[in-house]
C-alpha cells in the first residue's frame, strides 16, 4: 500500500515505523473474516482494513475526525487479524501509532476523557486498585451494572509462595490488578515451578508492565512503566536470572514487545530487548519440562473442561495449543470450542469503555465455551478470567491452578 506520509510525520520513529508496516498490506481483505467487531457490525472502517485507511489518512497529513477516532476505539487489539494476514502485516503496531497521533490531534469530550483518567491513574497502581477493589465489593449493589460487572467476589487468599531454592531462579512479574482479584495465581506458578525444580520470585520494585496507560494512548506514562520495570529487573538479569514469567497473558504481550516500544531510546533500547528476549509465559516453561511434569502429576479424571485461549497468547504471543495439551495430560477432557479464535470481549479496558460491544462478545464466547458440556473454563489472563465469570454460571480459573492441584 502506497502512503505519502507528511512532512510532519515522515521523520519521525513514528512514522518510519508506521510506512515500512503500510508498504506490506495488500488490502486483500482476508482479515476482516476474522475481525470480531467486523462481524458485528458489518462495517469496514471497523474492521482492520477500514481503520488501516484511517490511520493512512492520518499520517498523509488529512483531518482527523471523531469518526476516525471512533473506529480506532472500537477496535479490541486482539490481533486476531495478524494471523490472518498473509503478508505480515504489523496491525497491533501500527495501530498504536495511529491512536497516539489521533490523540494528539483531537481533545476529547469530557464524559470520555475523564473515565480514561480515572483508569490510567487507579488500575496500574496496585495502592490505588486494591482498596478501590475492597470498596467497590462493599458497595457493588449502588455501583453502575458496567463497574459492578467486573467486580468478582473476594477469591481466596493465596496459598504459601514456595520456600525452596534452586539453581534455577527465574522471576516473576507481579502485575497491577492480578494481586487484587486473583492472587494465587503467581503463587501456584511457583508450586508448579518448585517441583520442576525451579525457583521463582517477585522483584518488589517493579510494577505495572505498562499496557494499560499504552492502550489508552497514554504512550509517555507506558514508556515510563516500562524503564522502572527494566531498572527493577536489570540487576536480577545481570545476576543470570533464567527468564521473566508473565502469568497474564495480557501482560506478557506488552513485555514481549519492550524491545519494539523503547527502540528509539538510547538508554533503554538494549537492555528492552533483553528483557523481552527472557519473557516467558507459563505454559512455555511448563511445557519444556513435559517430561518430568508428566512424572509428578496424579492419574485421575477431572472432568469436562473448556480452555478459552486469550488473544493475547495465541495471537499476541503465538502459543497455541500447549496450555490444551498440559491441561489434557492433567486429566482433563477438553471439550470443543467453536470461533476459538475471536476475542471474548474483555481486551483491557474495552470491557468499561465499550460496554455493549465487549458484552455482546462475552455471550458469544460463553455459548461456545459451555455448547460441550463443560463443568469448568480455562483461560491464561486474568481480564478475560474476570470478564467471563462476571457473565458465567461455570467456574473460570486459570488453567495454572489447575495444574497446581494435579500435582497435589
Not at 490523540?103 to 496500574?124: G, W
Amino acid at each position: 500500500m502506497d502512503c505519502r506520509i507528511a512532512d510532519e510525520y515522515r521523520d519521525t520513529h513514528a512514522g518510519q515505523v508506521a510506512g515500512e508496516i503500510l508498504r506490506k498490506c495488500v488490502h486483500c481483505g482476508f482479515c476482516t473474516a476474522t475481525c470480531p467487531t467486523y462481524q458485528l457490525l458489518g462495517d469496514e472502517l471497523d474492521g482492520p482494513r477500514g481503520r488501516i485507511y484511517l490511520i493512512k489518512q492520518v499520517l498523509e497529513g488529512q483531518p482527523v475526525t471523531a469518526k476516525t477516532r471512533l473506529h480506532l476505539d472500537r477496535c479490541l487489539t486482539c490481533r486476531s487479524c495478524e494471523s490472518t494476514c498473509p503478508s505480515g502485516v504489523e496491525y497491533g503496531h501500527l495501530l498504536d501509532i495511529g491512536r497516539q497521533l489521533v490523540e494528539d490531534k483531537l481533545q476529547r469530550p469530557l464524559n470520555e476523557a475523564l473515565p480514561r483518567a480515572l483508569l490510567k491513574t487507579v488500575l496500574p497502581e496496585p495502592a490505588l486498585f486494591g482498596p478501590a477493589v475492597a470498596l467497590g465489593r462493599a458497595l457493588k449493589p449502588l455501583l453502575p451494572s458496567v463497574l459492578a460487572d467486573k467486580l468478582p467476589p473476594a477469591s481466596a487468599a493465596a496459598r504459601p509462595w514456595p520456600a525452596g531454592q534452586h539453581p534455577r531462579r527465574m522471576l516473576a512479574l507481579a502485575g497491577c490488578v492480578q494481586p487484587s482479584l486473583a492472587p494465587n495465581i503467581n503463587a501456584a506458578t511457583a508450586r508448579v515451578l518448585d517441583r520442576l525444580g525451579i525457583e521463582l520470585c517477585e522483584e518488589k520494585k517493579a510494577g505495572c508492565c505498562g499496557a494499560v496507560r499504552h492502550h489508552l494512548n497514554d504512550q509517555a506514562a507506558a514508556r515510563a512503566d516500562m524503564r522502572r520495570n527494566i531498572d527493577a529487573w536489570w540487576p536480577h538479569v545481570e545476576a543470570g536470572v533464567e527468564a521473566i514469567v508473565v502469568t497474564a497473558s495480557g501482560c506478557g504481550v506488552q513485555v514481549r514487545d519492550y524491545g519494539h516500544l523503547l527502540a528509539d531510546d538510547p538508554g533503554y533500547a538494549a537492555k528492552a530487548a533483553r528483557v523481552s528476549a527472557l519473557c516467558r509465559d507459563p505454559s512455555e516453561l511448563v511445557a519444556a519440562e513435559g517430561g518430568r511434569l508428566r512424572a509428578l502429576l496424579l492419574p485421575a479424571e477431572r472432568g469436562k473442561l473448556a480452555f478459552q485461549s486469550p488473544c493475547t497468547l495465541q495471537h499476541g504471543l503465538k502459543i497455541r495449543g500447549v496450555v490444551e495439551n498440559l491441561l489434557a495430560a492433567a486429566g482433563y477432557l477438553l471439550t470443543p470450542v467453536a470461533d476459538g479464535h475471536l476475542c471474548c470481549g474483555s481486551a483491557g479496558t474495552y470491557s468499561l469503555l465499550q460496554p455493549a460491544l465487549s458484552q455482546q462478545l462475552r455471550a458469544n464466547k460463553l455459548a461456545a465455551l459451555t455448547a460441550g458440556g463443560a463443568a469448568l473454563i480455562a483461560t491464561a489472563n486474568i481480564g478475560c478470567l474476570t470478564h467471563l465469570q462476571a457473565g458465567a454460571t461455570t467456574p473460570v480459573r486459570h488453567w495454572i491452578e489447575l495444574i497446581d492441584e494435579a500435582l497435589e
